[in-house]
Protein backbone atom coordinates (compact mmCIF):
# COMPACT_ATOMS: atom_id res chain seq x y z
CA UNK A 1 0.00 0.00 0.00
CA UNK A 2 1.32 3.50 -0.90
CA UNK A 3 0.68 5.76 1.59
CA UNK A 4 0.91 9.56 0.20
CA UNK A 5 1.94 12.15 3.17
CA UNK A 6 0.09 15.26 3.55
CA UNK A 7 2.11 18.41 4.22
CA UNK A 8 -0.23 20.87 2.82
CA UNK A 9 -3.69 21.61 3.28
CA UNK A 10 -5.42 23.98 0.74
CA UNK A 11 -8.30 26.22 2.00
CA UNK A 12 -11.44 27.44 0.10
CA UNK A 13 -13.77 30.29 0.93
CA UNK A 14 -16.96 31.43 -0.39
CA UNK A 15 -16.12 32.27 -4.42
CA UNK A 16 -17.66 35.55 -4.97
CA UNK A 17 -16.81 36.36 -8.57
CA UNK A 18 -19.64 37.84 -10.71
CA UNK A 19 -21.90 35.98 -12.66
CA UNK A 20 -21.01 37.00 -16.68
CA UNK A 21 -23.87 35.95 -18.57
CA UNK A 22 -25.70 37.79 -20.75
CA UNK A 23 -29.76 38.44 -20.72
CA UNK A 24 -31.08 35.48 -23.61
CA UNK A 25 -34.55 36.75 -22.69
CA UNK A 26 -35.96 39.10 -19.63
CA UNK A 27 -38.36 37.03 -18.51
CA UNK A 28 -38.30 38.89 -15.02
CA UNK A 29 -39.86 41.65 -16.59
CA UNK A 30 -42.43 39.47 -18.66
CA UNK A 31 -46.03 40.41 -17.33
CA UNK A 32 -46.94 37.12 -19.16
CA UNK A 33 -44.96 35.15 -16.44
CA UNK A 34 -48.06 34.17 -14.19
CA UNK A 35 -47.38 30.58 -13.22
CA UNK A 36 -43.52 28.65 -13.07
CA UNK A 37 -42.38 24.89 -12.50
CA UNK A 38 -39.16 24.39 -10.91
CA UNK A 39 -37.95 21.40 -10.83
CA UNK A 40 -35.46 20.10 -8.19
CA UNK A 41 -34.96 16.08 -7.26
CA UNK A 42 -31.54 15.61 -5.59
CA UNK A 43 -29.21 14.98 -3.78
CA UNK A 44 -29.70 16.51 -0.32
CA UNK A 45 -26.89 18.94 -0.62
CA UNK A 46 -28.11 20.22 -3.72
CA UNK A 47 -31.54 20.70 -2.95
CA UNK A 48 -30.38 22.47 -0.30
CA UNK A 49 -28.12 24.62 -2.34
CA UNK A 50 -31.11 25.41 -4.53
CA UNK A 51 -33.16 26.89 -2.19
CA UNK A 52 -31.15 30.01 -2.54
CA UNK A 53 -32.04 30.06 -6.12
CA UNK A 54 -35.64 29.24 -5.29
CA UNK A 55 -35.31 32.61 -3.15
CA UNK A 56 -33.86 34.25 -6.16
CA UNK A 57 -36.88 32.96 -8.02
CA UNK A 58 -39.56 34.21 -5.89
CA UNK A 59 -38.42 37.63 -5.36
CA UNK A 60 -37.91 37.81 -9.40
CA UNK A 61 -41.47 36.90 -9.92
CA UNK A 62 -43.03 37.80 -7.12
CA UNK A 63 -46.63 37.65 -8.00
CA UNK A 64 -46.41 34.52 -9.65
CA UNK A 65 -47.29 31.23 -8.87
CA UNK A 66 -44.95 28.98 -7.88
CA UNK A 67 -44.91 25.22 -7.79
CA UNK A 68 -42.03 22.94 -6.88
CA UNK A 69 -41.48 19.67 -8.26
CA UNK A 70 -40.02 17.67 -5.60
CA UNK A 71 -38.63 14.11 -4.84
CA UNK A 72 -39.16 11.82 -2.36
CA UNK A 73 -37.90 12.35 0.73
CA UNK A 74 -36.60 15.86 0.72
CA UNK A 75 -40.00 16.97 -0.72
CA UNK A 76 -40.22 16.90 2.92
CA UNK A 77 -38.00 19.99 2.96
CA UNK A 78 -40.82 22.06 1.80
CA UNK A 79 -43.56 21.32 4.05
CA UNK A 80 -44.15 24.96 5.95
CA UNK A 81 -42.57 26.70 2.22
CA UNK A 82 -44.46 29.96 2.00
CA UNK A 83 -42.46 30.44 -1.37
CA UNK A 84 -44.32 27.70 -3.48
CA UNK A 85 -48.23 27.57 -3.77
CA UNK A 86 -47.66 23.89 -4.72
CA UNK A 87 -45.10 20.66 -4.00
CA UNK A 88 -45.95 17.84 -6.15
CA UNK A 89 -43.76 14.60 -6.29
CA UNK A 90 -44.44 11.36 -8.02
CA UNK A 91 -41.97 8.64 -7.16
CA UNK A 92 -40.59 7.78 -10.23
CA UNK A 93 -37.73 5.70 -8.56
CA UNK A 94 -39.54 3.01 -6.71
CA UNK A 95 -43.23 2.70 -6.54
CA UNK A 96 -43.81 4.58 -9.55
CA UNK A 97 -40.96 3.50 -11.77
CA UNK A 98 -41.56 2.98 -15.20
CA UNK A 99 -44.28 4.02 -17.81
CA UNK A 100 -47.18 4.36 -15.32
CA UNK A 101 -44.96 6.83 -13.28
CA UNK A 102 -44.32 9.10 -16.52
CA UNK A 103 -47.39 9.16 -17.97
CA UNK A 104 -48.89 10.96 -14.63
CA UNK A 105 -45.98 13.63 -14.79
CA UNK A 106 -46.55 14.59 -18.11
CA UNK A 107 -50.27 14.67 -17.29
CA UNK A 108 -50.05 16.45 -14.00
CA UNK A 109 -47.50 19.11 -15.95
CA UNK A 110 -49.23 19.40 -18.94
CA UNK A 111 -52.48 20.43 -16.74
CA UNK A 112 -51.30 22.99 -14.99
CA UNK A 113 -49.86 25.22 -18.48
CA UNK A 114 -46.91 26.49 -16.83
CA UNK A 115 -45.51 29.69 -18.61
CA UNK A 116 -41.95 28.25 -18.11
CA UNK A 117 -40.50 25.37 -16.31
CA UNK A 118 -36.55 25.52 -14.68
CA UNK A 119 -35.20 22.61 -14.55
CA UNK A 120 -32.45 22.84 -11.63
CA UNK A 121 -31.83 19.25 -11.77
CA UNK A 122 -31.20 18.72 -15.33
CA UNK A 123 -30.20 14.96 -15.32
CA UNK A 124 -31.14 12.51 -18.27
CA UNK A 125 -34.47 11.77 -16.82
CA UNK A 126 -35.66 15.33 -16.84
CA UNK A 127 -34.48 16.22 -19.70
CA UNK A 128 -36.17 12.78 -21.59
CA UNK A 129 -39.56 13.86 -19.60
CA UNK A 130 -38.89 17.82 -20.65
CA UNK A 131 -38.76 15.96 -24.16
CA UNK A 132 -41.98 14.04 -23.84
CA UNK A 133 -43.64 17.27 -22.97
CA UNK A 134 -42.85 19.31 -25.86
CA UNK A 135 -43.57 16.14 -27.97
CA UNK A 136 -47.28 15.85 -26.65
CA UNK A 137 -47.79 19.75 -27.08
CA UNK A 138 -47.72 20.47 -23.44
CA UNK A 139 -44.59 22.48 -22.59
CA UNK A 140 -44.42 26.12 -22.22
CA UNK A 141 -42.76 28.55 -24.47
CA UNK A 142 -39.74 29.13 -22.12
CA UNK A 143 -37.84 25.77 -20.79
CA UNK A 144 -34.88 26.52 -18.57
CA UNK A 145 -31.94 24.04 -17.93
CA UNK A 146 -28.66 23.84 -16.51
CA UNK A 147 -27.09 23.31 -19.72
CA UNK A 148 -27.89 24.90 -23.14
CA UNK A 149 -29.29 21.57 -24.78
CA UNK A 150 -32.24 20.01 -26.23
CA UNK A 151 -35.04 20.23 -24.74
CA UNK A 152 -34.86 23.72 -23.31
CA UNK A 153 -35.56 26.57 -25.40
CA UNK A 154 -33.60 29.00 -23.29
CA UNK A 155 -29.70 28.29 -24.73
CA UNK A 156 -27.24 29.94 -22.14
CA UNK A 157 -23.86 30.14 -22.45
CA UNK A 158 -22.52 26.81 -21.86
CA UNK A 159 -20.15 26.54 -18.96
CA UNK A 160 -17.63 23.81 -17.86
CA UNK A 161 -18.10 21.57 -14.21
CA UNK A 162 -18.17 24.07 -11.60
CA UNK A 163 -20.28 24.27 -8.76
CA UNK A 164 -24.02 23.83 -8.55
CA UNK A 165 -24.95 27.21 -7.41
CA UNK A 166 -22.84 28.87 -10.01
CA UNK A 167 -23.94 27.02 -12.65
CA UNK A 168 -27.60 27.93 -11.36
CA UNK A 169 -27.00 31.28 -11.22
CA UNK A 170 -25.37 31.49 -14.59
CA UNK A 171 -28.66 29.92 -15.72
CA UNK A 172 -31.04 32.45 -14.53
CA UNK A 173 -29.09 35.38 -15.05
CA UNK A 174 -29.64 34.12 -18.74
CA UNK A 175 -33.40 35.40 -18.47
CA UNK A 176 -32.85 38.26 -16.29
CA UNK A 177 -33.30 36.84 -12.43
CA UNK A 178 -30.03 38.30 -10.24
CA UNK A 179 -28.67 36.43 -7.90
CA UNK A 180 -29.23 37.87 -4.38
CA UNK A 181 -29.35 35.32 -2.11
CA UNK A 182 -25.79 34.11 -0.45
CA UNK A 183 -27.01 31.33 1.80
CA UNK A 184 -29.79 28.51 1.55
CA UNK A 185 -33.50 29.55 2.79
CA UNK A 186 -35.23 26.79 4.41
CA UNK A 187 -38.62 26.67 6.65
CA UNK A 188 -39.11 24.58 9.23
CA UNK A 189 -42.35 23.30 11.19
CA UNK A 190 -43.05 24.05 14.46
CA UNK A 191 -42.45 20.12 15.41
CA UNK A 192 -39.26 20.78 14.09
CA UNK A 193 -38.46 24.28 16.67
CA UNK A 194 -40.04 22.10 19.26
CA UNK A 195 -37.78 19.37 18.78
CA UNK A 196 -34.57 21.35 18.76
CA UNK A 197 -35.36 23.33 21.67
CA UNK A 198 -36.70 20.24 23.88
CA UNK A 199 -33.24 18.56 22.94
CA UNK A 200 -31.14 22.10 23.46
CA UNK A 201 -32.73 22.15 26.94
CA UNK A 202 -32.35 18.61 27.83
CA UNK A 203 -28.51 18.41 27.26
CA UNK A 204 -27.98 21.85 28.46
CA UNK A 205 -26.52 22.99 25.21
CA UNK A 206 -26.00 26.76 26.19
CA UNK A 207 -25.37 29.30 23.19
CA UNK A 208 -22.15 28.47 21.73
CA UNK A 209 -20.86 26.37 24.80
CA UNK A 210 -20.85 23.15 22.29
CA UNK A 211 -19.66 21.98 18.92
CA UNK A 212 -21.80 19.63 16.44
CA UNK A 213 -19.67 17.09 14.35
CA UNK A 214 -20.74 15.33 11.67
CA UNK A 215 -18.44 12.39 11.06
CA UNK A 216 -20.37 10.52 8.20
CA UNK A 217 -21.97 10.43 4.69
CA UNK A 218 -24.42 8.65 2.44
CA UNK A 219 -23.67 4.84 2.68
CA UNK A 220 -22.11 5.15 -0.86
CA UNK A 221 -20.02 7.57 -0.26
CA UNK A 222 -17.88 6.24 2.23
CA UNK A 223 -14.36 7.44 0.59
CA UNK A 224 -15.60 11.11 2.03
CA UNK A 225 -15.55 9.71 5.74
CA UNK A 226 -12.80 11.28 7.52
CA UNK A 227 -12.60 8.37 10.01
CA UNK A 228 -13.91 7.32 13.94
CA UNK A 229 -10.44 7.92 15.25
CA UNK A 230 -10.00 11.33 13.81
CA UNK A 231 -13.34 12.82 15.04
CA UNK A 232 -13.13 11.13 18.43
CA UNK A 233 -9.73 13.08 18.32
CA UNK A 234 -11.13 15.89 17.19
CA UNK A 235 -13.62 15.95 19.63
CA UNK A 236 -10.56 15.58 22.82
CA UNK A 237 -8.91 18.55 21.32
CA UNK A 238 -11.81 20.62 20.83
CA UNK A 239 -12.96 19.87 24.82
CA UNK A 240 -9.15 20.93 25.66
CA UNK A 241 -10.27 24.38 23.97
CA UNK A 242 -13.08 24.76 26.36
CA UNK A 243 -15.89 23.18 24.19
CA UNK A 244 -17.94 21.40 26.94
CA UNK A 245 -20.17 19.68 24.63
CA UNK A 246 -19.51 17.81 21.20
CA UNK A 247 -22.67 16.80 19.49
CA UNK A 248 -22.98 14.05 16.94
CA UNK A 249 -25.18 13.93 14.30
CA UNK A 250 -25.88 11.58 11.70
CA UNK A 251 -28.41 9.98 9.72
CA UNK A 252 -28.84 5.74 9.73
CA UNK A 253 -25.87 5.27 7.47
CA UNK A 254 -23.80 6.81 10.14
CA UNK A 255 -25.12 5.20 13.19
CA UNK A 256 -22.11 3.07 13.93
CA UNK A 257 -19.52 5.37 13.27
CA UNK A 258 -21.16 7.97 16.06
CA UNK A 259 -22.14 5.27 18.22
CA UNK A 260 -18.08 4.51 17.60
CA UNK A 261 -17.23 8.37 18.13
CA UNK A 262 -19.66 8.49 21.45
CA UNK A 263 -17.91 5.63 23.11
CA UNK A 264 -14.73 7.20 23.34
CA UNK A 265 -15.72 10.17 25.55
CA UNK A 266 -19.03 9.68 27.01
CA UNK A 267 -18.34 12.66 29.35
CA UNK A 268 -18.86 15.20 27.08
CA UNK A 269 -20.02 13.91 23.99
CA UNK A 270 -23.54 14.01 22.93
CA UNK A 271 -24.98 11.28 20.06
CA UNK A 272 -28.03 12.31 18.70
CA UNK A 273 -27.12 10.61 15.29
CA UNK A 274 -30.98 8.98 14.22
CA UNK A 275 -32.94 11.00 16.90
CA UNK A 276 -33.49 14.49 14.63
CA UNK A 277 -35.92 15.73 12.97
CA UNK A 278 -34.09 16.79 8.39
CA UNK A 279 -35.13 20.44 9.37
CA UNK A 280 -34.55 20.78 13.30
CA UNK A 281 -30.97 20.63 12.73
CA UNK A 282 -30.48 23.99 11.59
CA UNK A 283 -31.94 24.97 14.70
CA UNK A 284 -30.00 23.19 16.55
CA UNK A 285 -26.79 24.66 14.50
CA UNK A 286 -28.12 28.29 15.26
CA UNK A 287 -27.03 27.48 18.91
CA UNK A 288 -23.54 25.92 18.26
CA UNK A 289 -19.87 27.58 18.17
CA UNK A 290 -19.29 25.84 15.38
CA UNK A 291 -19.79 22.65 13.00
CA UNK A 292 -17.11 20.33 11.09
CA UNK A 293 -17.94 17.74 8.91
CA UNK A 294 -17.30 15.45 5.85
CA UNK A 295 -18.59 16.54 2.51
CA UNK A 296 -22.48 15.52 3.62
CA UNK A 297 -25.95 17.33 3.22
CA UNK A 298 -25.94 17.70 6.61
CA UNK A 299 -23.07 19.97 6.18
CA UNK A 300 -25.55 21.87 3.86
CA UNK A 301 -28.04 22.16 6.07
CA UNK A 302 -25.80 23.74 8.79
CA UNK A 303 -24.83 26.58 6.60
CA UNK A 304 -28.60 27.99 6.35
CA UNK A 305 -27.65 28.24 10.28
CA UNK A 306 -25.06 31.09 9.44
CA UNK A 307 -23.00 29.53 12.09
CA UNK A 308 -19.00 29.03 11.08
CA UNK A 309 -18.52 25.28 9.12
CA UNK A 310 -15.61 23.59 8.44
CA UNK A 311 -16.04 21.28 5.59
CA UNK A 312 -13.11 18.23 5.17
CA UNK A 313 -13.11 17.02 1.48
CA UNK A 314 -11.10 14.30 0.12
CA UNK A 315 -11.91 12.41 -3.00
CA UNK A 316 -14.54 15.24 -4.02
CA UNK A 317 -13.55 18.86 -5.10
CA UNK A 318 -14.46 21.54 -2.89
CA UNK A 319 -14.79 23.76 -5.79
CA UNK A 320 -17.66 22.38 -6.62
CA UNK A 321 -19.53 21.06 -3.20
CA UNK A 322 -18.52 23.49 -0.74
CA UNK A 323 -21.27 24.50 0.84
CA UNK A 324 -22.62 28.41 0.43
CA UNK A 325 -21.66 31.05 2.87
CA UNK A 326 -18.83 33.30 3.52
CA UNK A 327 -18.99 31.68 7.14
CA UNK A 328 -18.25 28.41 5.69
CA UNK A 329 -14.62 27.32 4.62
CA UNK A 330 -13.55 23.43 3.15
CA UNK A 331 -10.20 21.82 3.36
CA UNK A 332 -9.00 19.35 1.35
CA UNK A 333 -4.94 17.60 1.76
CA UNK A 334 -2.44 19.21 -1.47
CA UNK A 335 -1.91 15.61 -2.96
CA UNK A 336 -2.16 14.28 -6.10
CA UNK A 337 -4.91 12.04 -5.83
CA UNK A 338 -7.26 14.42 -4.63
CA UNK A 339 -10.62 15.11 -6.06
CA UNK A 340 -10.55 11.60 -7.74
CA UNK A 341 -13.96 10.83 -6.30
CA UNK A 342 -13.53 7.27 -6.37
CA UNK A 343 -16.17 5.20 -4.39
CA UNK A 344 -13.23 3.35 -3.78
CA UNK A 345 -9.17 3.61 -2.51
CA UNK A 346 -6.13 1.01 -1.30
CA UNK A 347 -4.57 3.86 0.56
CA UNK A 348 -7.10 6.75 1.37
CA UNK A 349 -4.76 8.85 2.13
CA UNK A 350 -6.52 12.31 0.93
CA UNK A 351 -8.38 11.97 4.86
CA UNK A 352 -6.69 8.96 6.69
CA UNK A 353 -3.04 11.03 6.20
CA UNK A 354 -5.13 14.51 7.17
CA UNK A 355 -3.82 15.19 10.57
CA UNK A 356 -6.29 16.30 13.80
CA UNK A 357 -3.66 19.41 14.18
CA UNK A 358 -4.29 20.66 10.57
CA UNK A 359 -8.27 21.15 11.13
CA UNK A 360 -7.91 22.67 14.70
CA UNK A 361 -5.75 25.08 12.30
CA UNK A 362 -8.05 25.96 10.61
CA UNK A 363 -10.40 26.64 14.02
CA UNK A 364 -7.87 28.81 15.61
CA UNK A 365 -9.91 32.24 15.11
CA UNK A 366 -13.80 30.55 15.50
CA UNK A 367 -12.10 29.15 19.08
CA UNK A 368 -10.91 32.51 20.04
CA UNK A 369 -13.96 33.95 20.02
Not at 68 to 74: F, G, H, R, T
Not at 284 to 304: E, F, P, Q, V, W
Not at 329 to 355: E, G
Request: glycine share 6%; proline share 5%; charged share 20%.
Amino acid sequence: MNIIPVDKVNIFREDESIIEQPVVVDLAKHAGIKKILIIKWSSMGDVVISTAIMQDIRVAFPHAELHLNAMQPWHNMFANDPRFNKVWTIDLRKSERGWRGIKRWLGLAKQEQYDLIIDLQTNDRTKFLLALLRLIGGAPQYLLGNYPVFPYTIRQQSVEQTHAISLMRRSLAAIGVPALTRTPVLYNTQADIEQAKTILVKHQLDVESFAVLLPGSHAAGRTKRWGVNHFADLAKALNARGISRIVLIGGIDETEDCDRIAAYYPDFIINLCGQTLLLALPEIYRHAKMIIGNDTGTAHLAAAAQRPVLVICGPTDPRRVKPLGSQVIAIQADIACRSCYKKTCIHHSCMKNLAVDKVMENLGVYLET
